[in-house]
């Protein structure tokens, strides 16, 4: 089997796939045929790029095929739900709202908002700022695990082949360091 026979194959069964995405579609929005075209063209772009990547072996292609279809109707359910819920979630990011139209309470609450995340901000400057000047050693090792092994003290392990106490005792140390450094700033009494 070539690649094109089968793309034909999931092709033909157009009809199957419109039926999918207004299923799939009245499910999450209670609507009809607001994302149809949208959905489907995704779709066959997906579709397109993974048989592209696959070598143009009858083998291979019987594998990709039998992904998606079983011989008798497609298997993609799981798929194009997927692909519409990521859909509604990008479109449902940004959102606009008309700031005159919220009451003095909402206006507070969203300064509220702002100025908490600048303290944010801060005190993550000040943290980094502050574990910049630790030693070279509990510098990387715990950067490593702020940003690429939170709560992940095993793999951490395996990946830079050093012991778990000995991470757990330098993140504990760091922590320690940290927290003295700062309580009197930021912490409630």
């Excluded at 299923?23 to 607001?34: D, H, V």
Aim: proline content about 1%; aromatic content about 14%.
């Amino acid at each position: 089997m070539t690649k094109k026979e089968a793309l034909k194959i999931i092709w033909d069964n157009y009809d199957e796939i419109k039926t999918l995405v207004e299923r799939i579609e009245y499910n999450y929005t209670r609507k009809k045929g607001m994302y149809h075209e949208d959905l489907t063209h995704d779709l066959y772009v997906k579709i397109q790029n993974e048989i592209d990547k696959i070598e143009d072996k009858p083998a291979e292609v019987q594998k990709f095929l039998d992904r998606f279809y079983n011989g008798q109707s497609l298997n993609i359910y799981t798929t194009l739900k997927n692909m519409f819920i990521d859909k509604l979630r990008r479109e449902n990011k940004y959102k606009r709202f008309d700031y005159t139209k919220l009451s003095k309470r909402e206006k507070q609450n969203i300064i509220q908002e702002s100025i908490d995340q600048d303290f944010d901000e801060t005190i993550l400057k000040d943290v980094n700022d502050y574990v910049d000047t630790f030693y070279w050693f509990d510098k990387k090792l715990f950067n490593l695990y702020r940003y690429e092994f939170k709560e992940h003290k095993t793999l951490m392990s395996n990946e830079t082949k050093l012991s778990i106490s000995t991470i757990y005792r330098t993140v504990k140390r760091c922590k320690v360091k940290i927290r003295n450094k700062f309580k009197d700033k930021y912490y409630e009494r």
